[in-house]
Structures are given as structure tokens and as C-alpha cells.
Nanobody, 115 residues
Framework: QVQLVESGGGLVQAGGSLRLSCAAS????????MAWYRQTPGKQRELVAL???????NYADSVKGRFTISRDAAKNTVYLEMNSLKPEDTAVYYC?????????WGQGAQVTVAS
């Protein structure tokens, strides 16, 4: 069982920045990848960014050039640096960790971007 604790959400003006953090703890065997998803009411959860155990990254087209995913392997923590935020980035952001091919999800962090 892996526990994920997210932090860093909040309210920001358009054009501003926020940084999300997600710390994993528990029975961590082998992390395959760490990722951030987001979801708005009535829509499916969508992948925002992903980073593999080797450090390779992947981003949704809508956030390329504005968001940066990174990780601290020693702390089992993943970060999402969000710059040039837009109102359409407003969502609940979820941390996702694939540990030994088993997924775990964080509790979600609300990010609201005011226009």
C-alpha cells in the first residue's frame, strides 16, 4: 500500500504560477512512473504530465512549455511547476504513482485560476 500526500494547490490570477508536490510513502517497491492528472466536473480525468523512473517526461499538448514535472527520487516526491496559468487550467489535480505496476492516487488538489 502506497500513500500519496499532495500539497500546493490554491487560487491564482491568470498568468501566475503554482507548484504542486506529491510525496509517496509506504510499501514502495519499484516506481515505474509518477504523473499528474487533472479533472473538471463532467469531464474525464486527463493526463497532464508524466515522468518515468529514468527521467523521461511526457506532457499534454495544452501544457507544453508552461508546466514542468520533476521528481526527487530520494524523497519519492514528484513536483509540478505550473507557469503562465490560464483559467482553463482550473481543475482538481491528482498525483498518480505506478509502483511495481500497481497504481495509487492522491486525494486531489484544487487549482483555481481567476481571469
Amino acid at each position: 500500500q502506497v500513500q500519496l500526500v499532495e500539497s500546493g494547490g490554491g487560487l491564482v490570477q491568470a498568468g501566475g504560477s503554482l507548484r504542486l508536490s506529491c510525496a509517496a510513502s509506504g510499501s514502495i517497491l519499484s516506481i515505474n512512473y509518477m504523473a499528474w492528472y487533472r479533472q473538471t466536473p463532467g469531464k474525464q480525468r486527463e493526463l497532464v504530465a508524466l515522468i518515468t523512473s529514468s527521467g523521461s517526461t511526457n506532457y499534454a499538448d495544452s501544457v507544453k512549455g508552461r508546466f514542468t514535472i520533476s521528481r526527487d527520487a530520494a524523497k519519492n516526491t514528484v513536483y509540478l511547476e505550473m507557469n503562465s496559468l490560464k483559467p482553463e487550467d482550473t481543475a482538481v489535480y491528482y498525483c498518480n504513482v505506478m509502483n511495481f505496476l500497481r497504481p495509487s492516487w492522491g486525494q486531489g488538489a484544487q487549482v483555481t485560476v481567476a481571469s
